[in-house]
C-alpha cells in the first residue's frame, strides 16, 4: 500500500495523526442482518481510533447464513455436548434465554 515505507515509520505516522489501531483477538466475527448472518472464520481484526471515533476493520474467510427461526439443531447440540444435559433440557433452556447459547449452558450448569 505504501511502497517501501518501514511500517514503523508509518505506526509512527499514524500516532502523530492521533490515529491508533490496535490489533483484537477473535476466533469469529458474527454480523447479524434481519434475513441472515455474515460469519467470519479466522478474523484477523483491527480497532482504528480517530477523532474520538472507533471502527474495526474485518478481514478473514466469510460464508453467509440465512436466518432461521427458532432454535438451530447446532446450537441444541452445543448446549448438550457443554452441560452432558438431555436434548430436551437443552431446547428448554435455548428458548428460555432466546437463543443465547451462554446463557442458557449458565442457566444449566
Known amino acids: 500500500m505504501f511502497g517501501n515505507i518501514d ?7 499514524m500516532s502523530k495523526m492521533g490515529i491508533k489501531n490496535e490489533e483484537i483477538p477473535a476466533e469469529r466475527v458474527i454480523i447479524e442482518q434481519p434475513d441472515k448472518k455474515i460469519i467470519i472464520e479466522n478474523p484477523s481484526v483491527t480497532k482504528i481510533s480517530m477523532q474520538g471515533q ?5 478481514s478473514g474467510e466469510i460464508r453467509e447464513e440465512a436466518k432461521e427461526e427458532g432454535i438451530s439443531e447446532e446450537d441444541i447440540k452445543t448446549v448438550m455436548e457443554k452441560t452432558r444435559k438431555t436434548r430436551l433440557e437443552s431446547e428448554v433452556a435455548l ?3 432466546n437463543g443465547d447459547i451462554a446463557e442458557a449452558i449458565i442457566n444449566l450448569s
Open 7 to 13: 511500517p514503523k515509520k508509518i505506526a509512527g505516522m
Open 95 to 97: 428458548k428460555e434465554a
Open 54 to 58: 472507533e471502527s474495526f476493520q474485518i
